[in-house]
C-alpha cells in the first residue's frame, strides 16, 4: 500500500518551523502540502525545505482535502495540520491502522488514554459540543463500534473510501461529513489515542459559535440525503 502525507497549512509561519522538523516524513512514500493561500510567508518556507506546495483554488478545509486526495499518489492518504495542535508521532499510527483495513483512521481526542486541549479547563464547552455531535452520529447512523471523536480532522483515509463518500463540505465541517457519511457507507472505522496540544503559534480559523451553526447545518443536510450523495 502506497502511503501519502498532506500537509496542510494556512498562515502557519509562527507554527511550521517549529512542528515541521518532528514530522516523520519517511513514514510516507509521498509527501506534500495543500496551503489555503499563505501570505505570511508559510508557502516559502515550505518550498525552503524540499516540499511540493500546492495552492488551494479556494479557501476552505473541505477544499483542502479534496485537493490532497486529488494529488495524492498513494492509496492511503493522512493528513496532518502544521499548527502544533496534532501529535506527529500518532502519523504512523494512523498509516497502520490503513493498512490494517481500515477505511478511516482517526486520531480520537474523546477515547481512553487520549487528552482534549480542554482537559485541563473547569468549563469545557468546545469539548462538550464535540461529544453531543459525536454522540447524535453514532445513534443516526453507526452500525459498528461507537467513534469517539467524529469531528478531529486528524486523520487517515484510503482513496477508495474517500471516492465513496464523495464530500463536498468546503469548510472545518469536512470531518464531521467523512464521518457520518463512512457510517452511512458501513465502512470500516479505527481510532487511536491523541493528545490535542496548544497551537505553536497563531490564531484558529475556526470560530466556536459559527462553526456550531455550520456542524448543524451539516447534520441536517445529511439527515435530508439519507444515502443520497453519490455522484454529488
Do not use: C
Not at 498509516?95 to 486520531?107: P, R, S, T, W, Y
Amino acid at each position: 500500500m502506497k502511503k501519502t502525507l498532506v500537509l496542510l497549512s494556512f498562515n502557519e509561519i509562527e507554527a511550521a518551523p517549529k512542528v515541521l522538523g518532528t514530522v516523520p516524513l519517511q513514514a510516507a512514500d509521498e509527501v506534500f502540502a495543500v496551503d489555503g493561500g499563505s501570505k505570511d510567508g508559510t508557502i516559502a518556507f515550505l518550498e525552503s525545505k524540499g516540499l511540493r506546495v500546492v495552492l488551494q483554488k479556494e479557501r476552505g478545509r473541505g477544499v483542502a482535502f479534496r485537493m490532497g486526495m486529488e494529488e495524492a499518489k498513494g492509496d492511503a492518504v493522512v493528513f496532518f495540520s502544521l499548527d502544533g495542535n496534532e501529535d506527529p508521532a500518532d502519523i504512523p499510527k494512523l498509516f497502520a491502522k490503513l493498512e490494517e483495513g481500515a477505511d478511516l483512521a482517526i486520531a480520537s481526542r474523546m477515547m481512553r488514554g487520549a487528552h482534549n486541549e480542554e482537559d485541563d479547563q473547569l468549563f469545557r464547552l468546545r469539548k462538550w459540543v464535540n461529544l453531543a455531535f459525536t454522540l447524535i452520529a453514532n445513534l443516526l447512523w453507526n452500525r459498528g463500534p461507537y467513534v469517539t471523536d467524529t469531528i478531529n480532522g486528524f486523520r487517515g483515509l484510503r482513496k477508495t473510501a474517500f471516492e465513496k463518500m464523495n464530500p463536498d463540505a468546503k469548510g472545518f465541517v469536512i470531518e464531521y461529513q467523512l464521518s457520518i457519511r463512512a457510517m452511512k457507507l458501513g465502512l470500516k472505522v479505527a481510532e487511536i489515542p491523541t493528545r490535542e496540544n496548544p497551537r505553536a503559534g497563531g490564531e484558529s480559523t475556526a470560530k466556536s459559535l459559527p462553526t456550531g451553526v455550520v456542524f448543524l447545518k451539516q447534520l441536517w443536510r445529511e439527515i435530508v440525503l439519507g444515502r443520497d450523495f453519490a455522484g454529488r
